[in-house]
């Protein structure tokens, strides 16, 4: 089977996913800058969130270049990485509306947490049917970031008991870790495209 369609779907899947965000985004009641700072905590967590799902949907953009055909393995653990994405709206909402409360925080880690779990099966898949020496395991290699990141949310998570502003810290910095862009597929791809 080819690629096509499981970009196409991942794709649509996210973009409803932002879409759904930015839904959430309601306009201020009174006309007054003092009203719309109180939107502070729901516009963190939308940009919070923006930039996750974007990271996902960049470094599964990049994955999917070195796909050269889709295994039914491949579809569910795609799906199961879309299923983790698609909690973000809810979760970023109920942490915003909460003004970042403990439990609605913890949850929040917890799906970060599960969608990183699932984007290295996802991973772990593609490799599988590829083989050893395919391009993506090449470019992945000792996946640094990618073992770290499960680390850092369940320290989050942890963190977020005593303070839940210790766990905000640490997600923000998960994000920027991943901000960062990964040029290991892209110089790969690159490379195989030019022989």
């Known amino acids: 089977m080819g690629k096509g369609r499981l970009e196409a779907f991942s ?3 996210i973009a409803v996913i932002i879409t759904i965000m930015v839904l959430e985004l309601k306009v201020p009641r009174g006309s007054q800058l003092a009203d719309l700072i109180q939107l502070g905590p729901v516009f963190f967590s939308y940009i919070l969130s923006f930039v996750y799902v974007g990271i996902y949907w960049n470094n599964h953009h990049h994955m999917l270049h070195t796909v050269r055909h889709v295994t039914g393995g491949i579809l569910w653990a795609n799906l199961h990485l879309l299923f983790w994405l698609s909690l973000v709206p809810f979760t970023t909402a109920w942490m915003a509306e909460n003004h970042f409360a403990t439990w ?12 990183a779990i699932s984007y290295f099966l996802l991973q772990t898949c593609v490799i599988r049917t590829h083989g ?14 990618g073992k770290l990141s499960p ?7 942890a963190l977020g008991f005593a303070d839940t502003r210790l766990a905000l810290a640490v997600y923000v910095l998960v994000a920027l870790i991943w901000l960062i862009p990964d040029r290991r597929i892209e110089k790969l791809v690159a490379g195989t495209e030019g022989e």
Do not use: E, M, N, Q
Not at 104 to 115: D, E, H, I
Not at 151 to 157: D, F, N, Q, T
């Open 104 to 115: 609605p925080t913890f949850v929040y880690g917890l799906v970060l947490l599960l969608a």
């Open 132 to 145: 050893a020496g395919s391009l993506l395991a090449k470019a992945v290699g000792v996946d640094l970031k």
């Open 11 to 13: 794709d649509g899947v």
């Open 151 to 157: 680390v850092l949310y369940i320290a989050a998570i």
